[in-house]
């Protein structure tokens, strides 16, 4: 077996030594570095990037709050609109109905004024008939002529069995 | 030395220059030409696509990234934060040998993890870097790794001894585990690429489409060991740092 002649056994050595040696050195030195470098600086810029991210999330949360905020003062003074103008609705309403049941009530009382002015009036009518056709009636019957007077006094003293 | 057709003469040694330093040989050659080849294409791959630096990454650039997240998740899952300042390390081992192993799927292209020097030269770094880790972190009291608490103390003259030798046999284990599934799937490959050629007629295709699977299963391997000896290196960070 070719790997177990000691003839070139310090050859290998020698070379392994010097190969190895300038491939840990140069990449200690120069290209571990330069990764290492890059891979740094995106981290970096993958870190920078989240927390603007967050940020921006951050502010986008309280433009949304604000929102909500606004929105909810809206509707709060839309509902507390909508209620005073129910009210003054009602209000006016209830007014109107009052003025309206005055007006009714005063009507009312008028006409009946009326009903009663003319009924009296129409008794009044009615007690002149009586005493005319009486006295046309007594007239006619017993030839007397008898004064409105006596006629009147002779109505007023019957008329509540009339009635 | 093995024969011409051997399966094994795919892992001889083939000096390019001979090169002596203080009366040792220590001659270029293919095995240290795959490991130029495998620095150059780690350095330059993960030196070129991270060349912008772009917060966006291209294809390539994202592969480099992923190994290196990968590399340093294996880390901290399993060291925690004490393992940051082994990373460089723990990476250029698992990148030299990952890079190493593929290399050597490549066809005639030499595997120098298949040699056990040098996987054991590796498993001794890490060894002695975490016995010595083990020892400035917890200075003598570092042997009380080999006591178990909460064992009946009449188990312990049986119990220190096993633990003292699967300490010891740690490099050895690590190394021979990269070294012999290297050995053996390219064994195995050429093995099967002989009786493509010495199959008669068109019976040849079937140890072929073997080869094939068998390479995608070797892909798979390398990728393997490599991450296996970088987690066990992991490991063994880790016991120096947390005694039992």
């Known amino acids: 077996m070719p790997q177990l002649n000691p003839e070139f056994f310090v050859s290998q050595l020698f070379w392994l030594a010097v190969f190895f040696t300038f491939l840990f050195v140069f990449l200690w030195r120069v290209s571990l570095p330069r990764i290492a470098t890059v891979l740094e600086k995106r981290q970096n810029k993958i870190d920078e990037n989240l927390s603007s991210a967050k940020e921006l999330q951050e502010q986008a949360m309280e433009i949304e709050k604000k929102i909500n905020d606004r929105i909810n003062k809206a509707k709060l003074e839309t509902d507390e609109k909508i209620k005073e103008t129910i009210n003054a609705l009602q209000e006016d309403v209830s007014s109107q109905l009052s003025s309206l049941d005055k007006d009714l009530e005063k009507k009312v009382s008028d006409a009946e004024k009326e009903i009663l002015k003319s009924k009296d009036d129409q008794m009044k009518n009615i007690n002149n008939e009586i005493a005319n056709i009486t006295k046309l009636t007594v007239g006619k019957i017993t030839e007397i002529e008898l004064s409105d007077n006596e006629i009147n006094k002779v109505i007023e003293t019957h008329k509540g069995s009339f009635n | 030395m093995a024969a011409k057709d051997s399966p094994l003469k795919q892992f001889e040694i083939d000096p390019i220059s001979n090169i002596e330093l203080g009366g040792y040989n220590i001659s270029f050659t293919n ?34 990234e992923l190994m290196y997240n990968f590399i340093a998740q294996l880390l901290s899952d399993t060291v925690g934060d004490n393992g940051k300042r082994y990373f460089p390390f723990v990476f250029s081992l698992f990148m030299f040998v990952l890079i190493g192993n593929m290399v050597g799927m490549i066809p005639y292209q030499f595997t120098f993890t298949s040699h056990i020097i040098v996987t054991f030269a590796l498993a001794a770094v890490v060894f002695i870097g975490v016995t010595i880790l083990g020892f400035i972190n ?69 140890p072929l489409a073997f080869i094939v699977a068998l390479t995608g299963l070797e892909i798979l391997i390398a990728f393997l060991q490599a991450y296996v000896f970088a987690i066990l290196t992991c490991l063994y960070i880790n016991d120096a740092y947390h005694l039992h």
């Open chain 2, 31 to 64: 095995s240290s030409f795959a490991m130029l080849i495998t620095v150059l294409v780690i350095t330059l791959f993960l030196t070129l696509t991270v060349n912008t630096r772009s917060i966006i990454p291209s294809r390539m650039q994202l592969i480099s």
């Open chain 2, 138 to 206: 917890h200075g003598i009291k570092f042997f009380t790794f080999f006591y178990i608490p909460g064992v009946p103390f009449y188990m312990h003259p049986l119990l220190i001894p096993i633990e003292v030798i699967s300490y010891l046999s740690r490099p050895i284990s690590l190394s021979v585990r990269l070294f012999a599934n290297m050995l053996a799937g390219h064994t195995l490959l050429k093995v099967f690429a002989g009786f493509v050629v010495s199959m008669p007629f068109f019976t040849g295709v079937f």
